[in-house]
């Protein structure tokens, strides 16, 4: 598999060098030179398929001339020791991608990254440092699957005072190879710095870079997956148990009509569009999903463009589902990489939901169900709510991506659906101190501590 950047189809490069570079020399993302289809054999078996056999034919034909069968088996067993159960709530599913080691879906993509970073360095003696901008959750995924990696150093870069302390404990709470520096700014000026620091010719010259931002396409690809397993669970009537991190008061008789056979609307809660941009590649590739809903919080410039067929960027504003607070979405370049303003209004319906209707969610589905929510999984129900309302959601089976366990965001699920059960995972993530480091949204500054910690 060849990869190019959004910004250049004529120059190829392979999987390792994608991940590797994590941005492309011209400020371009790596995508694909084609999306490969599943075999027939795959297509007929996801909903009875193991969650690491999908990963394995998933991440298989984009990785295949750089990580051969064997060492791509190990990858994925060591990467996916959790799944991605689809459980019924209310009229409608919630995939919870939130029972990996920080409990967030980040956790799927930054686990496989880590690991086939290694293995793809496994000859080199130069360090590698990874930068990471966060706006939650994707930092303490990075951090915590590479914590530990030998010849790998993490800077996450996150905005100051708008992580929640949890958030900041798994960002800045485990040391050793991961540094972390508090911004002051936003997520968008967070991200700026580090696509200003991935693109300095001369900095590169002193040190190996990467990203481990949802612009690096070995975060992306592995994402895929559990749109595939949710899915195909789904397609074929089945769904999940509740595991151990399942967020509900009590277990409860659910009454969920079979939809067997049926058309698939998964609602993915978006914020830099990377986790929406994997399951268009996995609807590709051959996947039963028949439409998405991007749902954002009012930062909503994807759902504004599907609206208006204008792309206007804009500053984020700050909410209390923090880590959508994004303004100028990097994953919008691959999108349109793939697909026109058409192809997406055909298979996206955008919608936006302000913090009252997200409080608002919270207390409605923990009182009607006794099943808790955290402000980003909130978003995404509301917004089937209201396209249902508006008749523009057809008929058929919806899933809604629960991307954070409700716990990470205590301080506002508490206060309006009481303390929702917390895994064991966050309970010593709680115990950590934080050690971080403050710096201005300035490109020079941040050079300063890359060089004087190299």
């Known amino acids: 598999m060849q990869y190019y950047s959004t910004r250049n189809k004529n120059e190829f490069v392979n999987f390792a060098s994608a991940a590797l570079c994590g941005l492309a020399p011209d400020g371009g993302l790596y995508v694909p030179q084609e999306i490969p289809v599943y075999p027939a054999h795959v297509r007929s078996s996801f909903g009875t398929m193991d969650f690491r056999d999908i990963a394995f034919e998933t991440i298989k034909p984009y990785v295949k001339d750089e990580i051969n069968d064997s060492a791509l088996s190990d990858i994925i067993q060591s990467s996916f020791a959790f799944n991605a159960p689809v459980v019924p709530v ?32 496994r000859s080199e003696d130069r360090p590698l440092r990874i930068l990471v901008a966060t706006s939650g959750d994707t930092g303490g995924a990075v951090a915590d699957g590479f914590f530990g990696v030998p010849g790998i150093f993490v800077t996450v870069l996150y905005p100051k005072g708008r992580v929640t302390p949890l958030q900041e404990k798994q960002i800045a709470g485990l040391g050793k190879n ?32 990467s990203s481990a931002n949802s612009i690096n396409i070995s975060r992306l690809i592995p994402q895929a997956v559990y749109y ?61 999903i028949h439409q998405f809903i991007a749902a954002t919080n ?25 880590a959508m607070d994004v303004g100028a979405p990097s994953n919008f370049e691959r999108m349109s990489a793939h697909f026109s303003l058409d192809e997406m209004r055909r298979i996206i319906l955008g919608v936006y939901v302000n913090d009252m209707e997200t409080q608002e969610t919270i207390i409605h589905i923990a009182e009607k169900s006794g099943y808790f929510l955290d ?9 089937v709510d209201k ?68």
């Open 90 to 121: 209310m009229d409608r599913f919630c995939v919870e991608l939130f029972h990996g080691p920080t409990a967030a879906f980040k956790d799927f993509g930054a686990r496989f990254m880590a690991r086939a970073f290694s293995y793809l360095r």
């Open 228 to 288: 595939a397993s949710a899915a195909g669970k789904m397609h074929s009537g089945l769904n999940d148990p509740d595991g151990d991190a399942t967020p509900r008061k009590k277990k409860l008789e659910q009454s969920i009509k079979s939809y067997a056979g049926m058309p698939v609307t998964l609602c993915v809660p978006s914020g830099n569009f990377g986790n929406l941009t994997a399951g268009l590649y996995a609807m590709k590739m051959g996947a039963p």
């Open 298 to 322: 009012i930062n909503k410039t994807v759902p504004d463009f599907l609206e208006s067929g204008e792309y206007n960027p804009r500053f984020s504003q700050a909410t209390i589902s923090n």
């Open 387 to 454: 396209l249902t309302a508006e008749n523009k959601i057809k008929e058929g089976v919806t899933g809604i991506l629960n991307t954070a366990h409700p716990a990470k965001f205590m301080e506002v699920v508490k206060p309006l659906a009481g303390p929702p059960p917390v895994p064991e995972a966050l309970a010593r993530a709680m115990e950590r101190t934080v050690n971080t480091k403050i710096i201005p949204a300035d490109i020079s500054v941040l050079i300063d501590f890359l060089k004087e910690h190299n």
């Open 178 to 209: 991961i540094s972390a520096l508090a911004v002051e700014g936003s997520f968008d000026d967070c991200q700026r710095l580090v696509k200003s620091a991935l693109a300095d010719n001369e900095l590169k010259k002193q040190m190996s870079l």
């Open 375 to 383: 402000p980003h999984s909130a978003v995404g129900w509301k917004g």
